[in-house]
């Protein structure tokens, strides 16, 4: 199994930024791909940025291209989650998932196994 526990959120103003991480632990995440979901109050958790276990394959929601940059330092077992120019409707509980190294979409909660129990992030306007 991977534990995995994300830290980095808190309360910013609209424009401001925010780094989330995500640390694995019992298992390398060199062979898993890893994902960020969120889920806002009231509504379904939904995916933003995902980052195959191979390297070469980025993916982001529409609302997260151009202002959020998923990262991954295998070396550490960290994910990272850089969110800049943030807006009042990114707020959310932010969740970080590994998926194994055989899935395929990686755009769904049900393409990954291990979740971590979630870090808020709060955006004013």
């Known amino acids: 199994q991977v534990r995995l526990v994300e830290s980095g959120g808190g309360l910013v103003q609209a424009g401001g930024s925010l780094r989330l991480s995500c640390a694995a632990s019992?298992?390398?995440?060199?062979?898993?791909?890893m994902g960020w979901f969120r889920q806002a109050p009231g509504k379904e958790r939904e995916f933003v940025a995902a980052?195959?276990?191979?390297?070469?394959?980025?993916y982001y929601a529409d609302s997260a291209k151009g202002r959020f940059t998923i990262s991954r330092d295998n070396a550490k077992n960290m994910v990272y989650l850089q969110m800049n120019s943030l807006k009042p409707e990114d707020t959310a509980i932010y969740y970080c998932?590994?998926?194994?190294?055989?899935?395929?979409?990686?755009?769904?909660?049900?393409?990954?196994?291990?979740w971590g129990q979630g870090t808020q992030v709060t955006v004013s306007s």
């Open positions: 998932a590994a998926a194994p190294d055989y899935s395929s979409s990686l755009l769904t909660l049900g393409d990954y196994d291990y």
């Open positions: 019992r298992r390398s995440i060199s062979a898993y791909s």
């Open positions: 980052n195959r276990w191979s390297g070469d394959s980025t």
